[in-house]
């Protein structure tokens, strides 16, 4: 039971290119979610998705794109990168969205 | 203001000691978790809880709904226990409000 994969670890982009962070679950967890911390802040909600087919933006959407195909995977694409999006990426996934929620390890993104 | 307040920012202790960390919301919740960030960076839920208390091991959390405050307390502390440990509070919707944390270090 691996709970939640999130690849990869780490990712250094150039201003402009494009990049897919990938996520997976294996909890059957209709919720998950996409989060980014920055220093002195807390983590905040980029996407979220409440079951296969749906999601909806969180505080910091722009910038970003994400689908939802099938209950397992939430993959987050960075249409095209910025050094605004420099940061520590997380995904999670819970039973529903105020519930208990399972991180991923982390992506250490920079953009240069 | 931030909806969600972590006090202290940075605490320092001895091994042994018992520590408390503050957490205090400003909006009507559903439930109150406490997280713990390894220095490695990888994210575990430690308690969520909606009233009353809970223990885990030398880990104890309370809430006091009509307060708006939650307390985490590590009993006995150890330098295993060195990590950020973060509040969030569901204000009865899906989405989750973070607290910046609270960064402990345990020295031997």
């Known amino acids: 039971n691996a709970g939640v994969t999130q690849t990869p670890k780490f990712q250094v982009l150039k201003t402009g290119q494009s990049m897919t962070l990938q996520c997976a679950q294996d909890?059957?967890?209709?919720?998950m979610s996409w989060y980014r911390q920055d220093p002195g802040m807390g983590l905040r909600l980029i996407h979220y998705?409440?079951?296969?087919?749906?999601?909806d933006q969180g505080e910091v959407p722009n910038g970003y794109n994400v689908s939802r195909s099938t209950t397992e995977d939430f993959p987050l694409r960075l249409l095209s990168a910025a050094p605004s999006q420099t940061s520590v990426y997380f995904c999670?996934?819970?039973?529903?969205?105020?519930?208990?929620?399972?991180f991923g390890a982390g992506t250490r993104l920079s953009v240069l | 203001k931030n909806e969600v307040e972590q006090s202290p920012q940075n605490l320092t202790a001895q091994e042994g000691e018992f520590i408390t960390i503050n957490c205090s919301y400003s909006?009507?919740?559903?439930?109150l978790h406490w997280l713990q960030q390894h220095p490695g960076g990888g994210i575990v839920s430690l308690f969520m809880?909606?009233?009353g208390k809970k223990k885990h091991g030398r880990l104890i959390a309370t809430i006091n709904i009509q307060e708006k405050h939650s307390s985490l307390h590590i009993t006995a502390s150890h330098p295993r226990d060195s990590a950020v440990y973060i509040c969030?509070?569901?204000?009865?919707?899906?989405?989750?409000?973070f607290g910046t944390g609270t960064r402990l270090q345990v020295f031997p």
């Open positions: 909890m059957n967890h209709e919720y």
């Open positions: 969030a509070v569901a204000p009865y919707t899906d989405k989750l409000i």
């Open positions: 998705s409440v079951g296969a087919g749906i999601t």
């Open positions: 809880l909606s009233s």
């Open positions: 999670a996934s819970s039973q529903q969205g105020w519930h208990i929620q399972y």
């Open positions: 909006v009507g919740i559903s439930a």
